[in-house]
């Protein structure tokens, strides 16, 4: 949890937080609009109780709202550090309906993209140099015994 919410860029956190208060707001405005809702019969609690209820509804929506704001925030920066495209994803995970979008991106994402040692500019697994800096490319696993690997090659056969 505590990665999620730093990847999660700084302006969607505080976006996450000023929809949540908006939300609250715009509940205790209803409640203050519809002072019915609080109405039960002979009780004469109307308005207080209608806002207590706008404001839970609020309170209720806004933490909905803002969950879903982070995720999508999370989706952003989580497909932009893999190489994918972070609009594209976050749009998908944005409108497909029942967090459908969000499956598809989990299920679709790409394996963690790979560092140019030199530059830190993303590079493709099959890249052999980084077309930023031309940085012989990405070395994992090792599989490949370069002239440096220890053991290989090292002791001259007789
Ligand atoms: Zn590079």
New binding site residues.
Partial sequence: MKKFMELVPKGVKVAAVVWMCAIVVLGIVAGCMFPHWGDSGTCHMGVVASVAIGAAGGLVMGVFMAAWTLCLGYVYADAKRRGMRPVLWTLIAALFPHLFGFLLYFALRQPMTPR??????P?TLDQRF??????PGPVIGGSEAGPGAPGAGSVPAV
């Fill in positions: 140019c040692a030199k530059c830190g500019q590079v980084c077309s930023w800096c031309g940085t």
